[in-house]
């Protein structure tokens, strides 16, 4: 027999559980919009000390300042900086664990696609990059070449004969040399190092000839005159080095490699918490001593933020790729 008040329990809990349900889609809104309510987790895929976690540092410092939460760097290196997109691409959603990364975020996939578990536009949030470092065109003293066109006309006179060192196969160094030298038609001989440290002691005993660094490696050494700059790979003169034109003005036109820092979270981060770790890039990239510090480093605040940044990211992978491709460049 039917039980009239059976029934009239199952309505009232099914009432109740409606009721929950209603009152926990506010709570996760309070949630995000409470951001945030817990330290930050901000991983970095190099070790410590190196430009990448500086930045970082940098922006934990003032991020826990404005938000009133501790943000705890985490450096993850290895692998390219694959375990760290890796360990942030599959944590939680919240805005908990968050990722500091360069350009070569997006290298991975030209470099590493069968190997990678995550996509890195797609796995990913754009939030803003906070700092860029232009790429410059460095010569060490066995090049006797104060400009980019007497450089050009040497390397064109010697094809294959000239050296450029890079951090490694596959680096952004890599990239920007190979982009170079089909832009310019000319042919060098590649010279790979483990890291940058090395290549700046070689360029400056002649070992290698050139090399596509960023500013911040090797800024002491032009400004002490050990290293010649010959041309910044950026749309604008680097205000760190007024003097060095750009490659647009030295006559090799649409060459363009600078290397972003920025920050991203886990795709599917809620709005709330994004918007409020956007304001918080900006303000950090704007503030003057942020300004100081990045000067400091050889780099310049840059804010772009959210689609303008996902495009950029998008742009970049695919580029990368098609590169990779044509010259075979694989990862050690």
Not at 70 to 89: M, Q
Not at 159 to 187: C, I, M
Not at 266 to 291: M, R, W
Request: with cysteine; proline share 7%; charged share 15%.
């Amino acid at each position: 027999m039917h039980h009239p008040s059976h029934s009239k329990t199952l309505r009232r809990t099914a009432c109740l559980s409606a009721a929950l349900f209603a009152a926990a889609i506010p709570l996760a809104h309070a949630d995000a919009a409470n951001y945030p309510s817990k330290p930050v987790r901000v991983i970095v895929g190099f070790s410590a000390g190196g430009p990448t976690d500086v930045v970082a540092r940098a922006f934990a410092d003032f991020a826990a300042r404005s938000l009133g939460k501790p943000f705890v760097i985490d450096n993850k290196p290895g692998a390219n900086t694959i375990l760290a997109a890796e360990a942030v691409a599959s944590a939680p959603a919240d805005g908990y664990t968050l990722l500091v990364g360069a350009t070569n975020h997006t290298m991975i996939p030209a470099l590493y696609s069968a190997r990678v578990k995550f996509d890195s536009v797609r796995s990913f949030v754009p939030l803003c990059t906070v700092a860029v470092s232009p790429t410059v065109l460095v010569v060490g003293p066995s090049m006797k070449t104060p400009t980019l066109a007497a450089f050009l006309q040497q390397v064109k006179a010697e094809p294959g004969k000239r050296t450029y060192a890079t951090p490694g196969t596959g680096s952004s160094g890599h990239f920007a040399s190979e982009q170079f030298t089909r832009l310019t038609g000319t042919r060098m001989n590649h010279i790979p190092y483990k890291g940058a440290a090395q290549v700046v002691t070689d360029l400056m005993g002649g070992q290698v000839d050139s090399s596509f660094a960023t500013l911040g490696s090797v800024l002491p050494q032009i400004q002490a005159g050990k290293l010649t700059a010959l041309a910044v790979a950026s749309p604008q003169r680097s205000s760190l080095l007024p003097q060095v034109p750009t490659f647009e003005e030295a006559g090799v036109k649409g060459y363009r490699a600078d290397i972003w820092y920025g920050l991203l979270a886990p795709a599917g981060t809620p709005p709330e918490v994004v918007a409020t770790l956007q304001k918080t890039a900006q303000a950090f990239a704007q503030a003057p001593s942020t300004q100081e510090k990045l000067k400091g480093l050889g780099m310049e605040s840059q804010s772009v933020c959210g689609s303008a940044f996902g495009d950029q990211l998008q742009r970049e992978v695919q580029s990368y790729t098609q590169l990779a491709r044509e010259l075979d460049i694989k990862a050690e």
